[in-house]
């Protein structure tokens, strides 16, 4: 574990709440959760998305699928963006119980958090009615940049996108369950819904930096990758959403997160 603050590490296949994977050719930045994001720049459901036909999961919206204006890979930009612009004491992965799911929200698209690998996590918080739920399945990766580190730099030939996209990849890679279940109804075919960003930029509050020590409190950037869920709107009243990951480093050394929530959908 890396010294203080709750931002951990994994070195030679040892799993910490938080990965930072360093070489000359490697940098990750990942956290094993879910979480809540509504994007600002959204619109209504495109004609795409908007039959079931085909699709292992009515009730998702298919992983290839343009909705509300962005696609599977933009939206989980979107999601880091919402998350690292928490303060560290209201960081959405470290929260639990009675929550506020409204906090930072706007927009068609919510999205719902996980954990830092804290075990299991139990949340409970009302969505408005006509919002659809955007959540990683338990584990997404985020690798950022500019680091302290004086190696961390694509090599000759190599574009910083180039770059970042492959750290994120070689974590993901590793992931070997996935599960989620909606009102008691298992989702199918989770493997398919894998996504990876753009390079994009962000801003982080000053605070995180506790954890990740990329942080720099000014615009820097960003590859995301992570197997991502986008429900379609849910109807009134309770429903409870659980997702679960595995990721497997060999030598017997794995890391599950698991996350309920239990959602009320309100006028």
């Not at 979107?78 to 004491?89: C, N, T």
């Amino acid at each position: 574990m890396e010294y203080k603050k709750g931002k951990q590490d994994m070195k030679n296949g040892n799993m910490k709440q938080l990965t930072h994977l360093k070489s000359p050719v490697t940098h990750v930045r990942w956290i094993l959760c879910g979480m809540l994001l509504a994007g600002g720049l959204v619109i209504g459901p495109t004609s795409q998305i908007a039959s079931g036909h085909g699709n292992p999961n009515p009730g998702v919206i298919p992983p290839h699928a343009r909705a509300y204006g962005l696609s599977y890979a933009e939206w989980g930009a979107q999601w880091w963006r919402w998350a690292y612009s928490f303060p560290l004491a209201q960081f959405p992965p470290l929260q639990s119980g009675e929550l506020d799911c409204a906090a930072g929200q706007s927009g068609s698209v919510w999205f719902l958090a996980g954990t830092l690998g804290q075990g299991p996590v139990t949340r409970s918080c009302t969505i408005p009615m006509g919002k659809a739920v955007f959540f990683p399945i338990g584990i997404t990766f985020l690798n950022d940049y500019p680091c302290p580190d004086p190696n961390f730099q694509p090599p000759p030939g190599e574009t910083l996108e180039q770059f970042l996209t492959e750290g994120a990849r070689a974590i993901i890679d590793l992931v070997t369950e996935l599960e989620v279940v909606v009102d008691g109804q298992p989702l199918n075919d989770l493997f398919s819904y894998r996504a990876t960003s753009r390079l994009f930029t962000f801003t982080a509050d000053p605070s995180l930096v506790a954890f990740d020590s990329c942080v720099t409190g000014t615009s820097q950037f960003g590859v995301t990758d992570g197997y991502w869920i986008l429900l379609r709107p849910l109807p009134p009243g309770p429903h409870t959403i659980f997702f679960r990951g595995v990721i497997d480093f060999g030598g017997g050394n794995t890391f599950e997160v698991q996350v309920t929530y239990n959602l009320t959908i309100g006028p």
